[in-house]
């Protein structure tokens, strides 16, 4: 649901990542649907720029990885 060159503004900003580029064709992960949905809700509902979700998207990742470091340490205990 997002036009191919607001996708290509989000990778060229750094907010998605493709796996593979085929000439002009982008290829993603399965993965990036939701962080690019949540572009998309953060800039249209929130009305957030990009700079705004590259923040966002970065302390995201960190509480994400900090969850996962924090289950693994649990197991072993």
């Not at 000439?23 to 649907?33: H, I, K, Y």
């Not at 509902?45 to 998207?57: E, F």
Request: charged content about 30%.
């Amino acid at each position: 649901g997002i036009h191919p060159a607001v996708v290509e503004c989000f990778v060229e900003f750094g907010l998605v990542e493709p796996i593979e580029r085929e000439g002009t064709r982008l290829l993603f992960d399965p993965s990036a649907v939701p962080r690019l949905r949540m572009i998309r809700r953060l800039r249209e509902t929130l009305g957030i720029n990009l700079a705004g979700i590259a923040v966002i998207q970065d302390l995201v990742d960190r509480i994400c990885a900090v969850q996962m470091e924090n289950e693994a340490l649990r197991k072993r205990l």
